[in-house]
């Protein structure tokens, strides 16, 4: 069965690999056994960063030692399978029983443990938005919302929302949300947008919405609607599953960069936005509508994203 090789394959690359808050399957596998040799962590550029050995080196690197330790690779690449084909069986014959209440208090716990109570969010940067969380949260609020715990989810999950939404993770001008947030602030984004993270959250800013009757939320959920609507629709019917993160930075330009599309110079607004704020003239000095919106969102001359973070020199 193709979905079950899947599965443990995937469940081997998390074996594999200690941080798998970003997935994207690069396990390599052995052609004679068909088990995994190692696992590849997700978003390798082509060749050398700084930061990251790139994924022509990952794999030159990969046929060097199964070239010098095939046999032991593949031992090892076995005995993974085999304890996760015992683990898989352990757990179809636990059956499919609904959680105990400290199943779901554990996790809970965990959860309040990863929690950045200033910046919203759980766990270390990468920072992803997580909806299946905020699910799981609302839903253990809702059971008993007037218990501490239930007041420690909602609070937990209403930060998060609001500072996600305040934040560069969510596209304040193209809409919708990118896939990551690179730092603790949420400020700067993987500028990558896909669809099924739209889709989910638009159900967890309609819940708060729901919970709370605040407008900012069923605000951000149309917000998330029009870009599906507007970008991600087919005209043929149905949605694409996401929008790349690499685009065009002007009409001339040959080569994609990450966010051009969405990277704004203080250049450009002043170009874009020269009139004068009506009103606003005092003793000769006028304000213009560029000043007021490179006030609003923090914008300096030289940008506002640290060197240290600007891998692309954006």
Same mark, same amino acid.
């Given at each position: 069965? +193709?979905?079950?090789?899947?599965?443990?394959?995937?469940?081997?690359?998390?074996? =594999?690999?200690?941080?798998?808050?970003?997935?994207?399957?690069?396990?390599?596998?052995?052609?004679?056994?068909?088990?995994?040799?190692?696992?590849?962590?997700?978003?390798?550029?082509?060749?050398?960063?700084?930061?990251?050995?790139?994924?022509?080196?990952?794999? !030159?690197?990969?046929?060097?030692?199964?070239?010098?330790?095939?046999?032991?690779?593949?031992?090892?690449?076995?005995?993974?399978?085999?304890?996760?084909?015992?683990?898989?069986?352990?757990?179809?014959? @636990?059956?499919? *029983?609904?959680?105990?209440?400290?199943?779901?208090? %554990?996790?809970?716990?965990?959860?309040?443990?990863?929690?950045?109570?200033?910046?919203?969010?759980?766990?270390?940067?990468?920072?992803?938005?997580?909806? @299946?969380?905020?699910?799981?949260?609302?839903?253990?609020?809702?059971?008993?919302?007037?218990?501490? #715990?239930?007041?420690?989810?909602?609070?937990? !999950?209403?930060?998060? =929302?609001?500072?996600?939404?305040?934040?560069?993770?969510?596209?304040?001008?193209?809409?919708?949300?990118?896939?990551?947030?690179?730092?603790?602030?949420? #400020?700067?984004?993987?500028?990558?947008?896909?669809?099924?993270?739209?889709?989910?959250?638009?159900?967890?800013?309609?819940?708060?919405?729901?919970?709370? %009757?605040?407008?900012?939320? @069923?605000?951000? @959920?149309?917000?998330?609607?029009?870009?599906?609507?507007?970008?991600?629709?087919? !005209?043929?019917?149905?949605?694409?599953?996401?929008?790349?993160?690499?685009?065009?930075?002007?009409?001339?330009?040959?080569? %994609?960069?990450?966010? *051009?599309?969405?990277?704004?110079?203080?250049?450009?607004?002043?170009?874009? =936005?020269?009139?004068? +704020?009506?009103? !606003?003239?005092?003793?000769?000095?006028?304000?213009?509508?560029?000043?007021?919106?490179?006030?609003?969102?923090?914008?300096?001359?030289?940008?506002?994203?640290?060197?240290?973070?600007?891998?692309?020199?954006?």
């Amino acid at each position: 069965n +193709v979905w079950s090789l899947l599965a443990v394959h995937l469940d081997a690359h998390k074996v =594999l690999v200690e941080d798998c808050s970003n997935i994207l399957l690069r396990e390599r596998l052995s052609l004679h056994h068909m088990t995994p040799m190692t696992g590849g962590i997700s978003n390798c550029p082509a060749e050398d960063r700084p930061d990251r050995r790139g994924f022509s080196v990952v794999l !030159t690197e990969t046929a060097k030692q199964w070239e010098k330790h095939h046999e032991l690779i593949t031992d090892k690449g076995i005995q993974v399978i085999q304890d996760l084909n015992k683990n898989i069986t352990e757990d179809m014959n @636990a059956g499919l *029983a609904i959680p105990s209440p400290e199943c779901i208090l %554990k996790c809970f716990t965990q959860l309040r443990e990863q929690f950045d109570i200033k910046n919203g969010g759980f766990g270390e940067v990468p920072k992803f938005s997580q909806p @299946a969380t905020f699910n799981f949260l609302l839903h253990l609020y809702a059971s008993n919302p007037y218990s501490d #715990h239930g007041q420690q989810a909602l609070t937990m !999950t209403l930060l998060t =929302l609001k500072k996600m939404a305040d934040g560069g993770i969510h596209d304040h001008i193209g809409n919708g949300f990118h896939r990551y947030s690179t730092d603790k602030l949420w #400020h700067i984004p993987h500028f990558e947008k896909m669809l099924y993270d739209q889709a989910q959250l638009c159900i967890c800013y309609v819940s708060a919405f729901q919970i709370t %009757k605040e407008v900012f939320y @069923a605000d951000i @959920a149309r917000d998330i609607l029009t870009y599906l609507t507007r970008d991600l629709s087919d !005209t043929e019917g149905g949605f694409f599953s996401a929008e790349d993160a690499e685009s065009y930075p002007e009409m001339s330009a040959t080569q %994609k960069r990450e966010g *051009a599309f969405c990277v704004w110079g203080q250049e450009e607004i002043k170009q874009l =936005l020269p009139q004068v +704020v009506d009103g !606003t003239c005092i003793a000769g000095r006028c304000v213009s509508f560029w000043e007021v919106f490179c006030h609003h969102y923090c914008v300096q001359p030289t940008g506002n994203v640290p060197a240290t973070q600007d891998s692309h020199g954006d």
